[in-house]
Nanobody, 126 residues
Framework: QLQLAESGGGLVQAGGSLRLSCTTS????????MGWFRQAPGKEREFVAC????????SSALSVKDRFIISRDNAKNTVYLQMNSLKPEDTAVYYC???????????????????WGQGTQVTVSS
C-alpha cells in the first residue's frame, strides 16, 4: 500500500535524454532493492533495471543496456533512472517499485516487488 512517486517523464526526440526520479515520504527505502519497470499500451509490464540497497549491485534489461543507468541516493531516499540515447521503442509508462525482501540481492520479476508508483509517461518521438 506504500505509494511511491515517480517524476521526470515527458516528451523527447529520439536520441535525447531524461532522468526519472522515484521517492516516497512513507518509508525509508535504504534497506530495499529498487526496480524500474515499463509498460507500453497493450503490452505486459517489463523489467528495466534494478539496484540493491547500497548501489553496489546493478542489473538492467538487454534492451536498455549501455543506455539506461539506475542509481540511488539513500540520503535523499530517492532512486533514479538516467535514460540516454532514447529510442521510440522506449515509449511507455515507467514505474518504480520496492523489493518485497531486504535488498541484498537483485530482482527482475514483477512478483518480487510489492510497492509501486503510479507511473510517469515517457514518449520518444522519431
Amino acid at each position: 500500500q506504500l505509494q511511491l512517486a515517480e517524476s521526470g517523464g515527458g516528451l523527447v526526440q529520439a536520441g535525447g535524454s531524461l532522468r526519472l526520479s522515484c521517492t516516497t515520504s512513507g518509508r525509508a527505502l535504504n534497506v530495499y532493492s529498487m526496480g524500474w519497470f515499463r509498460q507500453a499500451p497493450g503490452k505486459e509490464r517489463e523489467f528495466v533495471a534494478c539496484i540493491n540497497w547500497n548501489g553496489a549491485l546493478l542489473s538492467s534489461a538487454l534492451s536498455v543496456k549501455d543506455r539506461f543507468i539506475i542509481s540511488r541516493d539513500n540520503a535523499k531516499n530517492t532512486v533514479y533512472l538516467q535514460m540516454n540515447s532514447l529510442k521510440p521503442e522506449d515509449t511507455a509508462v515507467y514505474y518504480c517499485a520496492k523489493s518485497r525482501q531486504y535488498g541484498g540481492t537483485l530482482y527482475r520479476a514483477i512478483e518480487d516487488f510489492d510497492d509501486w508508483g503510479q507511473g510517469t509517461q515517457v514518449t520518444v518521438s522519431s
